[in-house]
């Protein structure tokens, strides 16, 4: 690549441009079964199983779809919490050059018979809980031939198994169901024991289709983007080149982030099979409890998270007594993090937290900050080697902004999608001369460190005047008695939009909308301070907890309604 100004910033070994090993994900899972077979790969609760292990597990899977009709480009969808079967399951599915499906197992009915449609998926794999709660009774309205369902304890050895069984069942909703099988609803546990474990071998090409990875929908209609074994495979190969410092058979990372999600696919689940780590997985990134306790018991290392993941174990009231000493790099995106959150959290871990960001169309890592060296906070870092990041003119989409200015952020590299599934005039409207379009506005510095300001969708325009959201939640989260909060843009007679702002208190906090709105004249100019505040228990957020601002519109217009 030409000179860039952030290359100045690459830690000494750090490469521009990564020489790639033209490996497909499946092979990733092989080679490391090869050199750690008897290393641990995964802990789950009660269960850990080694590369060998789970190596095993895949070959007997992947012959189990294959003896369900599942042929070279067909569709798998995965609707699983992190469990070891959503992990066997993927490398299984690709082995045979079948396309993953992942989908979120909080999606309402129509959402998932949305998405499976629309895939054409042929196999579906699915957790009992979510198989009784919400498919069952419309399994013939649904695209799939057939159906696996998969339990919690399927890898629990007697008596933990029976037990869990026991606890399970008395949650409310239950996350034990005992399925009832036959025709084309299959138990993960019987097929997978019943397999030969000698499935069709196939060679998958680089730029063959691995994933269509929907997006989250929060700003728009859910779209399934095409990401090839290059893009995901160079994008593990980038962050190897540049997450350093990491041992084979050595290192534990925290896989909390949902896989379904991109984020916990590649950055936890797909770089730790690659290079050869444990990852400790929890299936409910919500129990703060059970991810603290984790990361210390299980001597976790590498923490890729999202702010509101670090914020929620600041505020646990055990943090403080567990020892979390063998943190070593904590990672966040999805979200800007605050301040407060981020010094918050490395006081009391002794542990650098360095913002990335990406999105799914990227696979989703484009940039990071250096482990070593420079990190900027309040930035998302430098990009990735291979990768050229642009601030372009918000109008033409060509002009590039002088260092400082904003921009919309559009993004080249090896790991950007091949396009949206069936959707050729938005993949148009996004991918042009190999830049991804990202619809996010940032500004890039002299040195190359990227800020986010926003996205297009989310800025307010106040008689004229430009308002991104995520600067009033900054400023708003830099207040010690407010734990969270978001902002959106509102009808306003007189200026088009006003700025509007939720809020969550600190617990055991209490605070007035003068005094906010006060907090904010000192530290926004006048035309950014929020016009209303609204106190909320709790914000809505996604399944990887990422604020929904559409559902605070939503929440807003039924409101003035």
Known sequence: MQDKPWFDHYPKDTPREVEYEKITLPEMLEKSCKLGPDNQALHFIKCSMTFREVGAEVDKMAAAL?????????????????????LISFYAALSIGAVVVMTNPLYTLREVKHQWADADVHVAITADFVWEQTLRAHQKDLAPEHFIVASIPDYFSFPISWLAKLKLKRQDPPLYVDVQVGGNVHKYKDIVARSSGSAPKHDSNWDDLALLQYTGGTTGASKGAMLTHRNLSSNVQQMTAWFTGVERGKTTLMTALPIYHV??????????????????????????????????????????????????????EGIDDLNLNSLTYCFSGAAPISDNVLNSFEARTSCRIMEGFGMTETSPVAAANPIEGTRKIGSVGIPLPDTDIRIVDMEDGVTDMPSGEEGEIIIRGPQVMKGYWNRKEESEEVLNDGYMYTGDLGTMDEDGYLRIVGRKKDMINCSGMKVYPDEVDAVLMDHPDILE??????????RGEAVKSFVVIQPGKTLSSEAILEFCNENLARYKVPKDITFLDELPKSSVLKTLRRELRAMEEQDRN
């Open 66 to 86: 294959a003896g369900l009709g599942v042929k070279p480009g067909m569709r798998v969808a995965i609707q699983l919490p992190n469990m070891p079967q959503n």
């Open 263 to 316: 984020f916990g696919l590649t950055v936890c689940m797909a770089y730790s099979i690659y290079n050869g780590l444990k990852q400790v997985l929890i299936p409910n990134p919500r129990d703060f409890k059970a991810l603290a306790t984790a990361l210390s018991k299980q001597k976790v290392n590498l923490f890729p998270a999202v702010p509101a993941m670090f914020n929620a174990l600041n505020q646990w």
């Open 485 to 494: 909060a978001a902002t959106i843009g509102v009808p306003n007679a007189k």
